[in-house]
């Protein structure tokens, strides 16, 4: 069947990182946009990055800038979100997701998601 399936969140203190992936069976990322989302509880599922198909083309939301970083591996039908400098805001769930669009996208637009990985960032 069709599937993402996130993997690598965790425990970590604020400064800290970690390299979040997203893994798809079933299907062929080749044709895909891949996003990240992330909600905390009590908020509103936020977007995080993004990356086109053949990887030439990212987006990161300006609180994550300069700290994460979106790749993929087609070959290995995955996506990776490497993220540093962690801070407690960074605290959420965080989603992949994946469609056949042409551009980055609200959540509503992807019709494939993962479960989600916790990311906590706490002293």
């Known amino acids: 069947q069709l599937q993402l399936v996130e993997s690598g969140g965790g425990l970590v203190q604020p400064g800290g990182s970690l390299r979040l992936s997203c893994a798809a069976s079933?299907?062929?990322?080749?044709?895909?946009?891949i996003a990240w989302f992330r909600q905390a509880p009590g908020k509103e599922r936020e977007g995080v990055s993004c990356i086109s198909s053949s990887g030439d083309s990212t987006y990161y939301t300006d609180s994550v800038k300069g700290r994460f970083t979106i790749s993929r591996d087609n070959a290995k039908n995955t996506v990776y979100l490497q993220m540093t400098s962690l801070k407690p805001e960074d605290t959420a769930v965080y989603y992949c997701?994946?469609?056949?669009?042409?551009?980055?996208?609200?959540?509503?637009?992807?019709?494939?998601w993962g479960q989600g990985t916790q990311v906590t960032v706490s002293s």
């Open positions: 997701a994946a469609d056949r669009l042409s551009m980055c996208a609200k959540s509503r637009k992807y019709g494939y």
């Open positions: 079933g299907f062929t990322l080749d044709y895909y946009y």
